[in-house]
């Protein structure tokens, strides 16, 4: 049915269209969140799908950089995403999305990715899934930190106003060799030290605990890590951290035994932590610890030679990969890369691919969130022989796993 209009809403329909996101995650938000939102929304690109005047579908696209290894990617960060019910099975998401996609290569993003509120949506549109993350729920009481107080340095308290001029270049310096990491600009940076009420959802106003490193310099310690948290639950005694973000595992244990030891505090729990983090084994009890593995952020790929070319790899040689892009088309191909020691080249080639997969797989490998060989043996990958596994495992490997704390 073309009952709908996929168009960019004009400035005067800010207000409907916000209206229309709000509705089409379930919310009735506040006047003053109503207000921040719309002004959010008229500095990103926008795409609706109208019915008349009516707004029926939404869709978003915010500029960053994402990390990728040895190297930074220009990002459509894909958001907003809304169809309202009334007009579901009718083509309104893919319309958009395919509109959405082509507008963000032509603007030079080579990747777009999302954070999906249902997993089954976007892998139909090439996304694949990048990178995982893990959730924590901490008994307070069990959680004893393996050489706890060997810290040198020091955790203190400080003001929002104090960690705004903190804790920008510790996210820096911290996400400077994490694959996936995302870039906060200064906008998101003072919207989250601006703590508006209609965010706490009945928790306690955000704390900010600042590690500093003993290493002194004139004005004190150098701040190394820090550790957003509310308070939360009946009576306010349980803790749920926010961020926590550290550039050295010394940083790290001392700001989760700082948390640990909050009075009063009875259950911690943290929502976006990488799958890679050394505090379950920073634990005297393990169990003291509940994680739950979810899904984060998924990414397309738009430009596979870019793309491939733009990253360092873990080992050298060279692969032939036959990508195959159903939705948009941009991305088939057969596509040799070559990695050297310091860098990669990638173009389209008419050789006999070593590996085959889809465009998906190709954004699930690439920043090192799952090797090659384990999407084979899902059946996901078909590999011309164990030797081109094995170098494909060896060359997309990255040290850290990929992880991001940005949500956007």
Aim: aromatic content about 8%.
């Amino acid at each position: 049915m073309s009952d709908h209009e996929i168009r960019k809403p004009a400035a005067e329909e800010i207000r409907s269209y916000a209206r229309a996101v709000d509705r089409g995650f379930g919310g009735h938000s506040p006047p003053e969140e109503m207000e921040d939102f719309e002004g959010f929304l008229r500095k990103i690109d926008l795409l609706g799908a109208f019915d008349g005047s009516t707004v029926v579908g939404t869709m978003g696209a915010v500029d960053f950089q994402t990390n990728v290894p040895d190297g930074r990617l220009p990002t459509a960060g894909i958001t907003v995403v809304t169809v309202q019910s009334t007009h579901h099975r009718r083509g309104i998401l893919t319309q958009m999305m395919r509109q959405m996609l082509e507008g963000c290569r032509e603007r030079g993003h080579t990747i777009a990715s999302l954070i999906a509120s249902e997993t089954p949506i976007y892998g139909r549109f090439g996304y694949g899934l990048a990178m995982q993350r893990d959730r924590y729920k901490i008994d307070r009481s069990d959680a004893v930190l393996i050489g706890e107080g060997d810290s040198s340095g020091s955790v203190r308290l400080i003001s929002l106003d104090e960690a705004a001029g903190a804790l920008p270049a510790i996210f820096d310096e911290a996400g400077a060799d994490r694959p996936g990491w995302i870039s906060r600009e200064k906008s998101r940076w003072k919207h989250l030290f601006k703590d508006p009420e209609f965010e706490r959802h009945g928790d306690s106003a955000l704390h900010c605990a600042l590690y500093e490193d003993a290493s002194t310099n004139s004005r004190g310690g150098q701040p190394g890590g820090y550790m957003l948290y509310r308070r939360t639950g009946d009576g306010r005694k349980d803790i749920r951290v926010v961020e926590a973000v550290a550039a050295s595992d010394e940083a790290s244990a001392a700001l989760w035994g700082f948390c640990f030891g909050i009075d009063l505090g009875e259950e911690i729990t943290a929502g976006t932590r990488p799958v890679d983090d050394p505090l379950p084994w920073m634990l005297v009890d393990m169990r003291a610890l509940d994680v739950l593995r979810q899904d984060w952020i998924w990414t397309r790929i738009l430009d596979v030679p870019a793309v491939l070319a733009s990253r360092g790899y873990s080992s050298a040689g060279e692969l032939t990969l036959k990508i195959s892009d159903e939705f948009l088309g941009v991305s088939s191909g057969t596509y040799t890369l070559e990695a050297e020691a310091d860098s990669a080249t990638c173009a389209e080639s008419s050789g006999s691919p070593d590996l085959e997969m889809n465009v998906a797989d190709l954004a699930s490998i690439y920043f090192g969130g799952v090797r090659p060989s384990v999407l084979e043996r899902a059946g996901r990958i078909e590999a011309r022989s164990d030797a081109a596994l094995k170098m494909a495992d060896a060359m997309f490997a990255t040290r850290k796993a990929p992880w991001n704390v940005v949500d956007f």
